[in-house]
């Protein structure tokens, strides 16, 4: 039997199985080694994106290419630590800031504005911009940059604020007078005016004027004059006269509201009047019978006659008046009216010499009354009432013996 065939069969089989299994290892470790020499012929690159890192492996031949196999899309405003056409190299290290769109609103002017800025205030100083103290911004300086940030500045102007009576030049972001007013912490009570008015708008260099109105009430006291009632006693000579009752004052208390603006009383409105105490009238009585004096006989005596006897004798320096002298009301001081009388002896007398109201008789003159008083009549002085102002001359100045009789 011939088993050299079967047993050559079987071998060649085996030979078939290793030869597969070797071609099919080799072409396994030919693209393993492929592979590993295509990764490893590749550049590492740092890339740094809004300060996270990453590390990207890349067989771009510049930058521009690595980024756009990345699908970056690098726009104007961007950062980018190195040019687009720089060659790319392994351990390279690339920081890419994309821009962030913020809305920059100065006063009345707004535009977009894209920016790599970290901080606001970096981003202001990118754009030159600047503010002063009064300025107001809506974020603070060390606030950092995001997407559709919304920066805004009001721009302070000068203006003149007069506080009742204070008056100084202040600065404003305000649009209205009631805003202006808060800004400034200013309180208004229930009665002050501001000019303009709280809703129209602050105008740079204009004025803002508050009046200070305050409403007090004044509490004031004033007397009550009292009236003199004359009455007339027919049994007292004509001429004399007696205080029956002395006057007193009365008391009035009134109440005012008082309006005053920046301090100054500007109103005064009586509300209310109480009387506190009631006046006393004075009442006096006036004489109004007729002295004629008469001799022992029962005859008139003349004015030229002899000296009475009894009383008290003097002498006095002596004038005479009328009631129409310079300052003369027609009047005397006892309520005699002159002008109404022109007949009547009357003499002008210092009270303190010889009281108001005597009887006396006057050498060249005759019997009279003293029922007047005069700012001149002092001492040893008197007047004598004439009617006519040619008597006055007659009469002239002497010195007189007089006699006061009662």
Not at 62 to 68: D, S
Not at 72 to 82: L, P
Not at 296 to 304: F, H, L, Q, Y
Not at 308 to 313: C, D, F, I, L, Q
Request: one cysteine or more; glycine letters at 6%.
């Amino acid at each position: 039997m011939n088993t050299k065939p079967a047993i050559y069969s079987y071998f060649s089989s085996i030979t078939r199985k290793k030869l597969g299994l070797f071609i099919a290892s080799f072409i396994v470790f030919i693209a393993t080694l492929t592979i590993l020499l295509y990764e490893g012929t590749k550049n590492t690159v740092a890339i740094t994106v809004d300060g996270e890192k990453m590390i990207v492996k890349t067989h771009a031949k510049t930058i521009g290419e690595m980024l756009k196999d990345l699908n970056v899309e690098v726009e104007d405003d961007d950062y980018i630590s190195h040019s687009l056409n720089t060659v790319v190299e392994n351990q390279l290290s690339v920081v890419w800031e994309p821009a962030k769109k913020v809305t920059l609103q100065d006063g009345e002017r707004t535009e977009f504005v894209y920016t790599t800025a970290k901080t606001v205030k970096e981003f202001m100083e990118s754009q030159r911009l600047h503010i002063n103290d009064h300025d107001k911004l809506n974020y603070s300086l060390e606030d950092p940059i995001f997407e559709n940030l919304k920066l805004v500045i009001d721009r302070a102007f000068p203006l003149v604020l007069k506080n009742g009576k204070q008056e100084e030049e202040v600065w404003s972001t305000s649009t209205t007078v009631a805003d202006f007013l808060e800004q400034q912490g200013i309180t208004l009570g229930k009665f002050d005016r501001v000019e303009p008015d709280l809703n129209k708008n602050v105008e740079p260099n204009g004025k803002i004027k508050i009046v200070r109105v305050e409403k007090v009430t004044d509490v004031v006291e004033e007397p009550i004059d009292y009236a003199v009632i004359t009455k007339k006693d027919s049994t007292m000579a004509e001429g004399t006269e007696k205080i029956v009752q002395q006057g007193k004052e009365g008391l009035l208390k009134k109440e005012y509201e008082v309006t005053k603006e920046n301090g100054k009383e500007v109103k005064r409105k009586l509300i209310a009047e109480t009387t506190v105490k009631n006046s006393i009238n004075k009442i006096v009585t006036v004489g109004t019978k007729v002295m004629v004096a008469q001799v022992s006989r029962g005859k008139a005596v003349a004015a030229n006659s002899d000296a009475p006897s009894g009383g008290k004798e003097m002498y006095m320096n002596a004038t005479a008046y009328t009631a129409y002298c310079n300052g003369c009301s027609g009047v005397t001081a006892t309520g005699i009216n002159l002008r109404a009388n022109p007949n009547l002896k009357v003499i002008a007398v210092d009270p303190n010499v010889i009281p108001l109201g005597s009887k006396v008789w006057v050498e060249g003159y005759g019997y009279a009354v003293a029922g007047d008083t005069g700012g001149a009549i002092k001492g040893n002085r008197i007047d004598v009432f004439v009617a006519s102002k040619e008597e006055a001359y007659r009469f002239g100045r002497k010195q007189v013996k007089i006699r006061v009789l009662n």
